[in-house]
């Protein structure tokens, strides 16, 4: 039987990476061979002495830049605020773009956990994109290398012009990596990397949401659209 062929159309370029999808479809996909590591989210990301399992330095602390990672202090906002129970007490609490509302600011499980969720990052031009998606919005994701697969989350927002392959520590295990170091990015899987985002997928209230539920419904959405062979025939003729 001869391969499928690919009917994908161009739907974008952004930092030299182009996007393709399916006519009729919000759907669409790329592949990276870059991966960089988010740690936020995780309640023992970064400590006041530098224990965290990230460094001080990539949450923008003690320069500027921190506030929009870690939790402030409710009673000093010049500080963030350190766990002062639980077992990642003497942390700090480290936060994603994506956050269950109903829980307060100062509690880690307000926000998405890296080491235990599967996430994407979108660079903040990216997700400014007409037709990218938001958070909240789900993902399925294969290493081209390893045939590994991933369903994933839209979950936190990067810099601005940042390239595309930023992920949870979560995602890059489950893609084939092995303890997993945001400091220095040992353990990380190699790609490339086949991304299938889905915007409008995301569910209402965005987060919480169960993983068998994220599976169910990212893996729905990618066999609405034809399932692997179909986009596969597009980045591997």
């Not at 590591?37 to 990230?54: F, L, Q, T, V, W």
């Not at 829980?103 to 996430?119: A, G, L, N, Q």
Request: aromatic fraction near 10%.
């Amino acid at each position: 039987m001869p391969p499928m062929p690919c009917d994908a159309v161009d739907f974008l370029v952004y930092e030299g990476t182009p996007l393709r999808k399916f006519t009729g479809s919000d759907a669409y996909f790329y592949v990276v061979d870059r991966m960089a590591i988010d740690a936020d989210g995780a309640p023992n990301a970064y400590h006041p002495e530098d224990k965290g399992i990230d460094a001080l330095a990539n949450a923008g602390f003690p320069n500027g830049g921190w506030k929009s990672i870690l939790a402030l202090d409710p009673l000093d906002s010049s500080r963030p605020f350190v766990q002062t129970a639980g077992p990642f007490a003497g942390f700090f609490v480290s936060k994603t773009t994506l956050q269950d509302p109903t829980r307060t600011e100062t509690d880690p499980s307000r926000y998405v956990d890296s080491t235990k969720i599967p996430y994407l990052v979108f660079p903040g031009a990216f997700h400014a994109l007409n037709g990218t998606g938001t958070m909240g919005d789900l993902a399925v994701v294969r290493n081209l290398r390893n045939s590994k697969i991933s369903t994933a989350i839209v979950a936190d927002g990067g810099p601005k012009h940042a390239p595309l392959g930023e992920v949870s520590i979560r995602l890059a295990e489950n893609l084939g990596g092995a303890n997993v170091n945001p400091r220095n990015g040992s353990g990380m899987p190699k790609g490339p990397f086949l991304y299938v985002v889905f915007p409008k997928s995301r569910l209402t209230p965005r987060w919480p949401i169960a993983m068998a539920t994220m599976d169910d419904l990212a893996n729905t959405a990618l066999r609405n659209i034809g399932g692997w062979e179909r986009v596969l025939a597009c980045v591997t003729s």
